[in-house]
């Protein structure tokens, strides 16, 4: 088979896993694979501490850190809308089908979602075949791109909660982490319309 990153032909060694389908069959080859590095344990919540939004978040998992290779990955997934790549990250997800959580991504507002021509975050979790929910609205159709820390930190909330979460424990999920404003936006609401418990899992952390 044909690696979906760099097209090179690769066979994939048999293991016990495969044999009895506990795990999917790889699709990028081991010299792309050996590029991603998982990402390192951060601190999350020092930005936040004395503003609105400190405690929102109740925990915070990331996958993979947003080195050099996994930008030129992540741009050709979420922006030349090469939506094959969400298989590369199966295996990372699946886990979340042991979750009693409500598993929530991070929506795009309808306009961003003509543009994009996919929802990328509900890309992998359908890949890996995990149930999850919509009970968020983006409402405005702006973006965190070209502004600052400060200006990201200071933008108003986007989010509206368009289904009952009370007493609900939310796992929300989305792409990528840079300061954590759009997860503590989600999170902040989301506590206001009385979900119990949110914490979140992102595919990338900046």
Same mark, same amino acid.
């Not at 690696?3 to 080859?29: A, D, G, H, N, P």
């Given at each position: 088979?044909?690696?979906?990153?760099?097209?090179?032909?690769?066979?994939?060694?048999?293991?016990?896993?495969?044999?009895?389908?506990?795990?999917?069959?790889?699709?990028?080859?081991?010299?792309?694979?050996?590029?991603?590095?998982?990402?390192?344990?951060?601190?999350?919540?020092?930005?936040?501490?004395?503003?609105?939004?400190?405690?929102?978040?109740?925990?915070?998992?990331?996958?993979?850190?947003?080195?050099?290779?996994?930008?030129?990955?992540?741009?050709?997934?979420?922006? @030349?809308? !090469?939506?094959? *790549?969400?298989?590369?990250? =199966?295996?990372?997800?699946? /886990? $979340?089908?042991?979750?009693?959580?409500?598993?929530?991504?991070?929506?795009?507002?309808?306009?961003?979602?003509?543009?994009?021509?996919?929802? @990328?975050? !509900?890309?992998? *979790?359908?890949?890996?075949? =995990?149930?999850?929910?919509? /009970? $968020?609205?983006?409402?405005?159709?702006?973006?965190?791109?070209?502004?600052?820390?400060?200006?990201?930190?200071?933008?108003?909330?986007?989010?509206?909660?368009?289904?009952?979460?009370?007493?609900?424990?939310?796992?929300?999920?989305?792409? $990528?982490?840079?300061?954590?404003?759009?997860?503590?936006?989600?999170?902040?609401?989301?506590?206001?319309?009385?979900?119990?418990?949110?914490?979140?899992?992102?595919?990338?952390?900046?």
């Amino acid at each position: 088979m044909n690696c979906l990153i760099c097209t090179t032909s690769f066979s994939e060694s048999l293991s016990w896993q495969r044999l009895f389908f506990l795990k999917q069959q790889e699709v990028i080859c081991e010299k792309c694979k050996r590029k991603f590095e998982k990402a390192k344990d951060k601190e999350h919540e020092k930005d936040w501490i004395g503003t609105v939004y400190e405690g929102a978040l109740d925990s915070l998992t990331s996958i993979y850190d947003y080195n050099e290779w996994m930008k030129q990955v992540y741009q050709q997934y979420k922006f @030349q809308h !090469d939506v094959e *790549l969400a298989k590369i990250f =199966v295996e990372d997800f699946r /886990v $979340l089908q042991q979750e009693n959580e409500l598993i929530v991504p991070i929506p795009l507002h309808e306009e961003k979602l003509k543009e994009r021509t996919f929802p @990328q975050v !509900d890309q992998l *979790l359908i890949e890996a075949k =995990v149930p999850f929910t919509h /009970v $968020l609205r983006k409402t405005t159709n702006s973006t965190q791109v070209n502004k600052s820390k400060k200006e990201r930190m200071e933008s108003e909330i986007n989010f509206k909660v368009s289904t009952c979460v009370q007493n609900q424990s939310i796992l929300l999920v989305d792409d $990528l982490y840079t300061t954590g404003t759009t997860l503590r936006h989600a999170a902040f609401v989301l506590k206001q319309a009385g979900a119990q418990n949110v914490r979140a899992i992102t595919l990338i952390r900046a």
